[in-house]
């Protein structure tokens, strides 16, 4: 299976500040039809996850434009431009390239 | 109105079987590909099961291979998983989505004697 690889874990941010999100996979996410199919999610406490991003930088509906996704092959990054109070939670990335679809182990974004 | 609304889970001794439906509401359910991923509370996302829309074709992740069964009713709006032979390992919220947007709220599943 595709492994992903989120960092930092843990990432303590100040309201107001940006906050940025690394994910890397074993494998190159390009699929056969050009594509690359690395989505992003959001779950807040005691909520089920909310996709945010598709296809990499790709923002789903009602999504802030605080919130962006930009990468390429294995490297992908998710960046919040000012992180607000609703953003606590956990960020995964998701790749659904390859079969079966993977997420990575999660990062905590907390306020200071 | 709540698009994806699971059911079905509770308490199971091992080895047992469970049911859990996922009834759609506001959207063309039979046009999607619907997935169930599960969580232990606490930890990372798992993907665990995939039906396409017309319920032709299905896969499994492979701790769950022979043991459970995605399926679907379009006429219904709903999307079904038939879990058999539950191990203690299965404990875990069971959310269903729609091609992995939107997702339902879960429903929790413990496996204990």
């Known amino acids: 299976d595709v492994v992903l690889t989120q960092s930092p874990l843990s990432l303590p941010v100040t309201l107001g500040q940006p906050a940025s999100i690394s994910c890397r996979s074993s494998e190159r996410l390009v699929h056969s039809d050009g594509n690359t199919y690395l989505n992003w999610f959001h779950q807040r406490p005691g909520q089920a996850p909310r996709r945010l991003i598709y296809?990499?930088?790709n923002r789903d509906s009602g999504v802030p434009d605080r919130f962006s996704g930009s990468g390429s092959g294995t490297d992908f990054t998710l960046k919040i431009g000012r992180v607000e109070a609703e953003d606590v939670g956990v960020y995964y990335c998701m790749q659904g390239t390859y079969w079966p679809p993977t997420f990575g182990q999660g990062t905590k974004l907390e306020v200071k | 109105e709540v698009p994806l609304v699971e059911s079905g889970g509770g308490l199971v001794q091992p080895g047992g079987s469970l049911r859990l439906s996922c009834a759609a509401s506001g959207f063309n359910f039979s046009r999607y590909w619907m997935h169930w991923v599960r969580q232990v509370p606490g930890k990372g996302l798992v993907w665990v099961s995939r039906?396409?829309?017309?319920?032709?074709?299905?896969s499994y992740a492979d701790s769950v291979e022979g043991r459970f069964t995605i399926s679907r009713d379009n006429a219904k709006n709903t999307l079904y998983l038939e879990m058999n032979g539950l191990r203690v390992e299965d404990t875990a919220i069971y959310y269903c989505n729609a091609q992995f947007d939107p997702w339902g709220q879960g429903t929790l599943v413990t496996v204990s004697s």
């Open positions: 296809r990499i930088s």
């Open positions: 039906i396409n829309s017309d319920g032709s074709s299905t």
